[in-house]
Every structure is written in C-alpha cells, then in structure tokens.
C-alpha cells in the first residue's frame, strides 16, 4: 500500500467558535459606535443652545 503525503497531525479548528466570538467582538464596537454618536449628537445640541445664549448676550451688549 502506498503512503500517503502530507501531515496528518493537523489541528482542528472550530469555525463555529471563531463566528461567535467575531460576533460578539462586532456587538460591543457597533454598541460603543452608537454611544459615540450619541454623544456627538448631544455635543451638537449644545453647541446650538450655547450659540443661542451668545446671541442674546451679545445683544445686550
């Protein structure tokens, strides 16, 4: 019988794991993307309100 080539002694590899915790890796950047943008969004109204109360004071002056 001839030999066969190659090695045998591969390791298994668990794609099913692999996807799961890519998963999970994807969940928690898109989660800290939605709070970033929140957070900008927030920033922006306040720039608004401040450029509002500017108006007025310079107003006054």
């Known amino acids: 019988m001839p030999r066969t080539k190659g090695s045998k ?3 298994k590899i668990d794609f099913d794991a692999q996807i799961v915790k ?3 890796d994807k969940a928690l ?3 800290g993307v939605a709070k970033t943008v929140t957070q ?3 920033l922006k109204t306040d720039i608004k309100s401040m450029r509002e109360s500017l108006k007025s004071q310079k107003a006054e002056m």
């Open 9 to 11: 002694n591969r390791t």
């Open 22 to 24: 890519l998963q999970k």
């Open 29 to 31: 950047l898109e989660e």
């Open 40 to 42: 900008i969004e927030e």
